[in-house]
């Protein structure tokens, strides 16, 4: 779930803050981007209703008798299974409420994370296109693989990689907050474990310390639409603030601490990263890590360009930098799942 933005290589002349205009969507562009986000309401409502209700009972498929039934087996499992729960939201409508939930709330955080760095691409006169919010098979993860925007002109100076690096993060953690106190004001506790595979969610920091303060017993706490969305939130907040390429937090350190610092500093979140993955998987049984291992690889190939203007950041600047490795300390927990 990666917000990843794309900045193209600099040109020699400077630009100084909101000396251009920022191009305008058209038409056809809000329509896409509108479209991509209807489709990721229905996909994130989808995959509440899984991560959230009850499950639909047992489900039988295709008899394996030749190698096109070995073909067809899980593809039709899937969509058996996906049809089972679109069914039981519609036969029982607090199912629906809670998918619905889980959509607004994760796509919420989503959508101020991508405003804070589209709000601050405008206010820099920096081309940048509207949030691209990409959907995801229901039942394979929450029902979208994240959003991005992708940024089509120079950025213009120092101040600027900053404030667009930060705006997301800082953006979207503003809204995880009500999130997660609605999630632990409505918390109740989880019905006993009867057998089969458990999977845990490992709560990050901030959820620690806010349950603590509220008297929330997360351990023996179910699973709730709003505690599920700020959980994925978080998630996706610590690894965008990764100080990793052109993440957020590579953004962040480049312009604090300049292009060496940023490239040696990548170089050690992969290999925390990858070494993280592998202790998941031996101690958790999660192989999730070595997904984010990989994107971070990807990541680390992409050079990042450096902005035509190195004024300095000035103290608000470097304070505001410091707010932001806290978010990032709140947000981050190495082993976020469990199975067993």
């Given at each position: 779930?990666?917000?990843?933005?794309?900045?193209?290589?600099?040109?020699?002349?400077?630009?100084?803050?909101?000396?251009?205009?920022?191009?305008?969507?058209?038409?056809?562009?809000?329509?896409?981007?509108?479209?991509?986000?209807?489709?990721?309401?229905?996909?994130?409502?989808?995959?509440?209703?899984?991560?959230?209700?009850?499950?639909?009972?047992?489900?039988?498929?295709?008899?394996?008798?030749?190698?096109?039934?070995?073909?067809?087996?899980?593809?039709?499992?899937?969509?058996?299974?996906?049809?089972?729960?679109?069914?039981?939201?519609?036969?029982?409508?607090?199912l629906l409420l809670q998918g619905l939930a889980f959509a607004g709330s994760l796509l919420a955080i989503l959508t101020a994370h991508e405003s804070g760095h589209y709000v601050a691409c405008r206010l820099y006169g920096v081309d940048a296109t509207l949030p691209f919010f990409i959907p995801s098979p229901p039942m394979l993860g929450p029902g979208t693989f994240g959003a991005f925007i992708k940024i089509k002109s120079p950025i213009p100076s120092r101040r600027a990689l900053f404030d667009i690096g930060v705006a997301g993060p800082l953006a979207g953690f503003v809204v995880v907050l009500p999130v997660a106190l609605i999630g632990l004001l409505t918390a109740h506790a989880a019905p006993p474990v009867t057998g089969g595979d458990v999977m845990t969610f490992n709560d990050p920091l901030l959820m620690r310390l806010m349950a603590k303060l509220l008297g929330v017993q997360l351990s023996s706490m179910a699973v709730n639409p709003f505690y599920l969305a700020a959980w994925i939130?978080?998630?996706?907040?610590?690894?965008?603030?990764?100080?990793?390429?052109?993440?957020?937090?590579?953004?962040?350190?480049?312009?604090?601490?300049?292009?060496?610092?940023?490239?040696?500093?990548?170089?050690a979140a992969f290999a925390t990263m990858a070494t993280l993955a592998v202790l998941g998987f031996w101690w958790h049984h999660s192989p999730g890590g070595f997904l984010y291992a990989v994107l971070l690889a990807v990541m680390l190939r992409v050079r990042h360009p450096q902005p035509q203007v190195t004024e300095p950041l000035g103290g608000s600047r470097l304070v505001v930098a410091l707010a932001t490795l806290l978010v990032f300390a709140l947000s981050f927990w190495p082993f976020p799942i469990t199975f067993s």
């Amino acid at each position: 779930m990666e917000s990843i933005r794309t900045i193209p290589p600099m040109v020699s002349a400077p630009v100084e803050r909101a000396s251009r205009r920022a191009m305008r969507p058209t038409a056809r562009e809000w329509a896409r981007h509108a479209g991509l986000f209807a489709l990721t309401v229905l996909t994130t409502t989808i995959a509440g209703v899984m991560l959230t209700g009850a499950e639909p009972g047992e489900i039988a498929g295709r008899k394996l008798t030749g190698a096109i039934d070995y073909l067809l087996y899980l593809p039709e499992l899937y969509l058996k299974l996906t049809a089972a729960y679109i069914q039981m939201a519609f036969v029982h409508p607090a199912l629906l409420l809670q998918g619905l939930a889980f959509a607004g709330s994760l796509l919420a955080i989503l959508t101020a994370h991508e405003s804070g760095h589209y709000v601050a691409c405008r206010l820099y006169g920096v081309d940048a296109t509207l949030p691209f919010f990409i959907p995801s098979p229901p039942m394979l993860g929450p029902g979208t693989f994240g959003a991005f925007i992708k940024i089509k002109s120079p950025i213009p100076s120092r101040r600027a990689l900053f404030d667009i690096g930060v705006a997301g993060p800082l953006a979207g953690f503003v809204v995880v907050l009500p999130v997660a106190l609605i999630g632990l004001l409505t918390a109740h506790a989880a019905p006993p474990v009867t057998g089969g595979d458990v999977m845990t969610f490992n709560d990050p920091l901030l959820m620690r310390l806010m349950a603590k303060l509220l008297g929330v017993q997360l351990s023996s706490m179910a699973v709730n639409p709003f505690y599920l969305a700020a959980w994925i939130g978080l998630l996706v907040t610590s690894l965008n603030l990764l100080p990793v390429g052109q993440l957020d937090g590579g953004h962040a350190v480049y312009a604090v601490l300049g292009q060496k610092v940023h490239r040696w500093l990548g170089r050690a979140a992969f290999a925390t990263m990858a070494t993280l993955a592998v202790l998941g998987f031996w101690w958790h049984h999660s192989p999730g890590g070595f997904l984010y291992a990989v994107l971070l690889a990807v990541m680390l190939r992409v050079r990042h360009p450096q902005p035509q203007v190195t004024e300095p950041l000035g103290g608000s600047r470097l304070v505001v930098a410091l707010a932001t490795l806290l978010v990032f300390a709140l947000s981050f927990w190495p082993f976020p799942i469990t199975f067993s």
